[in-house]
């Protein structure tokens, strides 16, 4: 019996009933005049049929209720305009951030949600901000990391690899950011869907097995059976995915950043060769973009043109 192929369902990897689903989902986005042509790739449009198991109904619903959010959180503007000047005041009481990659060349983000400081954050922050940034940081791993990730490693890659550092979390500081960790929770499972490649939970308390019964109800299963949870002793298993020299040293790699690993944006699109390609990637958009509003006019354009019949009628009315 062959193996099951791992890439499947990703573009090139498509059996002849996934190119089917995918060809009749591209035409109905088209025709509903949601399609965009800067965003949607086949690679975007198959995470959405992957998330709903190549059904056509539920992907193109959980597409458009994505579109439809996009528009109403204007993405877009904010992915263009958003700045985020307390960003180092912000490190200090709730780190969140992404360093360089693992091994299968996904990028790695961490979260210390062991140094939550909830009342300091919010003295130099709001959670409104904090959600603009999440999803900031979103658009900016779609379009610009996750593109030079794939240009380093010289294939497609989609996914991240999250590290969350519960090192001296309390059940009660968690239930005080609880809203924050659901509302950020749906946003990637529901605007964002399969982009998460493993995702470790480190020094994870005792009391932490009644947290997970209750974060367990707000993720998908298929989620769920990608997160490990490890103890205090994670850094052997972690060093199997990740690098040491790419692993920063508080969670027992070799990495210290000047400045801090947190604060140094370090990775592959931090580099010359990165920036060059993300302003490629960026002059793509834009021709596409350009392309599909003319194609649009010229649409709209010969739709308001009279038909043959209805030019001769004045003809034939004088005759």
């Known amino acids: 019996m062959a193996e099951k192929d791992p890439l499947s369902g990703r573009p090139g990897h498509l059996d002849p009933g996934q ?3 995918l060809k009749k989902f591209k035409t109905a986005i088209e025709e509903q005049g949601l399609y965009n ?11 959405f049929l992957r998330a709903r198991k190549w059904d056509l109904e539920a ?25 985020y000047p307390e960003k180092q005041e912000v490190d200090k009481y709730y780190p969140q951030y992404y360093h360089k990659t693992d091994k299968d060349g996904r990028p790695v983000y961490v979260e210390q949600l062991g140094k939550l400081d909830l009342k300091a954050l919010y003295q130099v922050t ?12 979103y658009e900016k791993f779609q379009r610009e990391r996750l593109p030079v990730c794939s240009a380093d490693r010289g294939e497609l890659i989609e996914t991240s690899c999250t590290i969350m550092d519960l090192k001296n979390v309390g059940i009660s500081a968690f239930w005080k950011v609880s809203t924050y960790v659901q509302q950020a929770s749906n946003i990637g499972q529901h605007y964002y869907p399969e982009t998460m490649g493993k995702f ?5 308390p005792y009391i932490f097995t009644t947290v997970w019964s209750v974060v367990k109800g707000w993720l998908d299963p298929v989620t769920v059976e990608k997160i490990k949870i490890l103890g205090s002793g994670f850094e052997k298993e972690l060093m199997e995915q990740i690098p040491p020299e790419n692993l920063p040293s508080s969670l027992g790699g070799k990495c210290n950043c000047p400045g801090g690993c947190s604060l140094s944006n370090a990775g592959p699109w931090n580099t010359e060769k990165g920036k060059e390609i993300i302003e490629q990637v960026r002059r793509e958009e834009a021709s596409k973009k350009a392309t599909h509003e003319r194609q649009k006019s010229e649409k709209a354009g010969a739709a308001a043109l009279p038909s043959n019949a209805d030019a001769a009628s004045p003809t034939a009315a004088a005759a």
Not at 37 to 47: I, L, Q, S, T, Y
Not at 127 to 137: A, C, D, N
Not at 200 to 204: D, E, F, K, L, S
Request: hydrophobic share 35%; net charge negative; charged share 40%.
């Open 200 to 204: 470790y939970i480190v020094n994870a």
């Open 37 to 47: 042509p800067e965003r949607h790739d086949e690679a975007c449009m198959c995470r």
């Open 126 to 137: 709001t959670p409104e901000r904090q959600i603009q940034k999440l999803v900031v940081e």
């Open 59 to 83: 992907s193109l619903a959980m597409f458009e209720e994505a579109e439809k959010w996009r528009k109403e959180f204007k993405v877009d503007e904010l992915y263009d305009t958003f700045e």
């Open 19 to 21: 190119q089917h689903v």
